[in-house]
């Protein structure tokens, strides 16, 4: 028995050295090409072994070079285009399809404006096809899902980090993540919790982040204008700035009811009202007074065509009235803007 285990042992010791100098299997991928190969003539390129790191080299042929080549149909926008091409070196021919070209898109329309608390939308026309398109948009100034502005992004997330709000990355990507935790801390500090880092919910941002960092209160960004105005961005749409005491009035009817989102902007509109009269001259309050009474005619005669329309579906009513007051007040005030 123990001469059989010594024989063996024996075998094994000389079958090592065999295994050691078996040939590798090798799995060669490509290096860097020693002669440069074309459609018509062979180059050369270096192979290396993922394995065993041997080397060699393998000659290979390039692909065609079309740099010739011209359009049989045009591509537009709303169809696929057709091509010939010809190689310089070898004069191969082939056909092939174009991809679709992308709509010539005119000057945005807006249909509703944005505003520091509110998406607006937008339309516009191909030039060509006539194909129509809409989409929401944000305040010029906001901070929104999909916001192509990183830097200010990133510096919001570590502030909604360091506030314990924020628990993805900082890589300056508005997602859902940073929107749920614009979210939260709009409904922590009473601001209505769009979503939307207005330049309010940024000002409140800087200034809990600085209060936890033991800085000084830093001085607010947001501005106001002294009366509501519509003003035009560059690329043709419109934006909403609302002035103070309604941007505050708003912030306040964000937890409301529709009917008390009413009554709290119908107490406003008669303060407007009262502004305009008290601003007029005195032979002229008796008609601002009467052009007063019928506007409130016309706003309450409104509700009882809608319950009419609406088959007197309240919540649908009282939803449209709110609506319906707060543009009178932002649109009275735009007027008493525009009067000064």
């Known amino acids: 028995m123990r001469k059989a285990l010594s024989v063996l042992c024996a075998l094994l010791l000389l079958a090592l050295p065999l295994g050691s100098l078996a040939e590798c299997a090798h799995i060669w991928r490509d290096g860097a090409v020693l002669t440069e190969g074309t459609c018509v003539t062979q180059g050369e390129r270096q192979i290396v072994c993922t394995k065993c790191g041997a080397q060699g080299t393998r000659t290979y042929y390039g692909p065609h070079c079309y740099t010739t080549w011209w359009d049989?149909?045009?591509?537009?926008?709303?169809?696929?285009?057709?091509?010939?091409?010809?190689?310089?070196?070898?004069?191969?021919?082939?056909?092939?399809?174009?991809?679709?070209?992308?709509?010539?898109?005119?000057?945005?329309?807006?249909?509703?404006?944005a505003s520091m608390y509110s998406l607006g939308l937008r339309g516009h026309t191909c030039q060509d096809c006539g194909a129509y398109e809409e989409a929401e948009y944000c305040a010029d100034d906001a901070l929104y899902q999909g916001v192509d502005n990183r830097d200010a992004v990133r510096d919001m997330q570590q502030k909604l980090k360091r506030l314990g709000l924020y628990q993805g990355s900082t890589d300056g990507g508005f997602g859902p993540l940073t929107e749920k935790a614009v979210r939260a801390f709009q409904q922590k500090h009473g601001l209505p919790d769009t979503g939307i880092a207005d330049p309010e919910t940024l000002d409140q941002l800087e200034a809990a982040w600085c209060e936890v960092k033991g800085y000084d209160q830093p001085t607010p960004k947001a501005t106001y204008p002294a009366h509501c105005t519509l003003d035009t961005l560059e690329d043709g749409t419109q934006q909403l700035r609302l002035c103070r005491e309604h941007a505050?009035?708003?912030?306040?009817?964000?937890?409301?009811?529709?009917?008390?989102?009413?009554?709290?902007?119908?107490?406003?509109?008669?303060?407007?009202?009262?502004?305009?009269?008290?601003?007029?001259?005195?032979?002229?309050?008796?008609?601002?007074?009467?052009?007063?009474?019928?506007?409130?005619?016309?706003?309450?005669?409104?509700?009882?065509?809608?319950?009419?329309?609406?088959?007197?579906?309240?919540?649908?009513?009282?939803?449209?009235?709110?609506?319906?007051?707060?543009?009178?007040?932002?649109?009275?005030?735009?007027?008493?803007?525009?009067?000064?």
């Open 72 to 113: 049989i149909t045009p591509a537009t926008c709303t169809s696929k285009g057709l091509r010939h091409y010809v190689c310089r070196n070898c004069d191969y021919e082939k056909t092939q399809e174009t991809s679709m070209l992308p709509h010539n898109y005119g000057a945005w329309t807006t249909l509703v404006p």
């Open 248 to 340: 505050q009035l708003t912030a306040k009817a964000w937890g409301l009811s529709d009917e008390e989102t009413y009554s709290l902007w119908l107490e406003e509109w008669n303060r407007l009202y009262a502004q305009c009269v008290d601003g007029t001259a005195e032979d002229q309050r008796a008609a601002v007074a009467e052009a007063r009474d019928w506007a409130l005619l016309l706003i309450k005669s409104q509700r009882v065509v809608w319950r009419a329309k609406y088959d007197r579906q309240d919540a649908e009513v009282e939803a449209r009235m709110a609506r319906l007051i707060v543009d009178k007040c932002v649109e009275l005030c735009r007027q008493m803007g525009s009067q000064q």
